[in-house]
């Protein structure tokens, strides 16, 4: 918009001509408009921190907090009603047993007002620890003396050594083991025979590994090695399982069958192989153990009764879909599966080329010694890669199985090679519409983002793992890769929403155990439905 300036003014009249003094107190110090807002926003800013700061001091303290009062000389435009309510609505009203205060007595004593001039300044909150730096050998000693003192409080009570209940306390509080490695450790050291543990065959086995400054990772390593190795195999961990059978409350049920206690604590421990045992060789290494979260398992089955909510490794419902999946495969119930029974997997999604790769050992050695057959073991393995390929070792699994030349990169040809059946397969589909293998490989170009073009890595596929399971169901999951390619956009939001936070394993797991669960109820009552209510034996006569 143009100003239009009367004749004869200073502007009109050259421009060397001087503005009056008037007209320079008229011009603002912020000729921008945005300028001048942000002026504005500042200035708000620094009225208001002291107030925001004095808020985020009740939240910490768990004071209940109250709108802040206007700054003197402030008043609310009476065309736009007061926002404070709206600051504070998403904060539920305090319990009606909440103790009541006076409208006139303050929030704390240090505080009467939320004005600006009488808040005081919010110190900054502490920070956890990061950096542990080693002890010094004073400061070990001193540790030391301290460990002792606390062990010797415990055993004062206990001269004749400490039974079971009272030993798991101890370690827990003074060594700060789970319970779980607790009872374990008591076996150990009782020697399964003996009731009590003493006070020198604990201070020395704790002393020799040694264990007085040792982070817990560590601790509960040394806790289930054999003297002389560094390293835990899966007969280690046979102890742990068995503490947790006999004395965890989500497990009461299983005591009366022996047989699935036994595949219950097998199927735990190859889980745990299976994500902690980076190397594959059975050999599971204190460093592979401090990069895994195995200890915060362990601590969730302390917090835990219900063992189903600790997801990782010790869930029993996942042993169930695990042990279940098998058994529908193994019609002879021998243990054993062979490349017929695995193609019914997932109602025939496997190609039979991939099916191939997996028996001809390619991504992993079977444990089973006979040959063309496949072990329990082996089909955890197998299904854990299969249902969660995000995982580094599912990746790595089938990285393997697609790497015909074992190169260490997967190329349009390899990818071919698994395609081709998939493309078969869908031509005789009815109604199912064939995708080229063209606009495969270039879609998951795009995903992927391969370094060099036309060669996937296994680096690639880990620095993508969302996407990375799109390429092995297209090359051999047929099931799975129709229903990407005909996903309705609205229903998957909503399945994101309903197992937010929960891996594809874990999805899987709690979508198969209902469905399992549902068939169990449904066949029982069939069952019951064909005996009559008096028994299989007994006629609606009676006779």
């Not at 303050?106 to 009488?118: C, E, N, V, Y």
């Not at 004073?138 to 415990?154: L, M, N, Y």
């Not at 370094?451 to 993508?464: H, I, M, P, S």
């Amino acid at each position: 918009m143009l100003i239009e300036l009367p004749e004869g003014s200073s502007i009109n009249s050259g421009r060397n001509a001087s503005f009056p003094a008037r007209s320079l107190e008229q011009i603002p110090t912020f000729p921008c408009a945005k300028l001048k807002l942000d002026q504005f926003f500042l200035q708000w800013l620094n009225d208001n921190q002291e107030t925001v700061s004095a808020l985020l001091d009740d939240v910490l303290s768990g004071r209940p907090v109250r709108g802040p009062a206007p700054a003197a000389g402030f008043s609310v435009s009476p065309l736009s009603p007061s926002t404070s309510h709206v600051l504070f609505s998403a904060t539920p009203p305090l319990s009606p047993s909440a103790k009541q205060r006076s409208p006139l007595s303050p929030l704390s004593p240090q505080r009467r007002s939320l004005t600006a001039s009488s808040l005081r300044k919010r110190s900054l909150a502490s920070l956890p620890q990061f950096y542990f730096p080693k002890p010094t050998a004073e400061g070990e000693e001193e540790a030391k003396r301290e460990f002792i003192q606390r062990v010797d409080s415990c055993f004062t009570k206990h001269p004749n050594g400490m039974m079971q209940k009272p030993f798991v306390d101890m370690v827990n509080e003074v060594c700060d083991l789970p319970l779980m490695v607790g009872y374990t450790l008591f076996q150990r050291l009782s020697g399964g025979q003996q009731s009590t543990v003493s006070k020198d065959s604990f201070m020395k086995f704790w002393t020799e590994r040694p264990l007085m400054h040792a982070p817990l990772v560590d601790r509960v390593f040394h806790c289930f090695r054999q003297s002389g190795q560094e390293y835990l195999t899966y007969s280690d961990l046979h102890p742990l399982m068995d503490s947790i059978l006999n004395y965890h409350p989500g497990l009461e049920f299983l005591k009366e069958t022996a047989e699935f206690q036994k595949k219950y604590a097998e199927t735990v421990v190859y889980r745990i192989f299976y994500s902690v045992n980076r190397s594959g060789t059975g050999r599971l290494t204190l460093r592979e153990l401090r990069k895994s979260d195995f200890i915060e398992a362990l601590e969730a089955l302390d917090k835990e009764e219900d063992i189903n909510k600790v997801l990782k490794y010790f869930s029993y419902e996942h042993f169930y879909v695990i042990y279940c999946k098998f058994w529908e495969l193994d019609t002879d119930h021998d243990f054993q599966i062979d490349r017929n029974d695995l193609a019914h997997y997932g109602q025939c999604a496997l190609s039979y080329q991939i099916i191939d790769r997996i028996f001809e050992q390619v991504p992993r050695p079977f444990s089973c010694k006979q040959d063309g057959k496949m072990g329990y073991e082996d089909f955890v393995w197998f299904i854990l890669s299969e249902e969660d390929k995000s995982s580094d070792t599912a990746l790595e699994y089938w990285f393997r199985c697609v790497d015909l030349d074992s190169d260490g990169c997967i190329r349009p040809r390899e990818m071919w090679f698994f395609y081709e059946e998939q493309l078969k397969r869908m031509e005789n589909l009815p109604n199912a519409e064939t995708v080229h293998f063209e606009d495969v490989v270039c879609q998951l170009h795009d995903m992927l983002h391969p370094e060099v073009e036309g060669a996937y890595t296994l680096r690639d596929f880990k620095k993508k793992k969302p996407q990375s399971g799109l390429l092995f169901n297209a090359l051999f999951n047929l099931d799975k890769f129709l229903k990407f390619e005909n996903r309705d956009p609205f229903a998957m939001r909503a399945e994101a929403g309903e197992f937010a936070g929960l891996t594809e394993w874990d999805k899987f797991a709690k979508i198969e155990y209902y469905r399992l669960a549902s068939e169990d109820d449904q066949e029982e009552v069939h069952i019951e439905a064909e005996e009559g209510p008096w028994g299989p034996d007994v006629d609606m006569a009676g006779r």
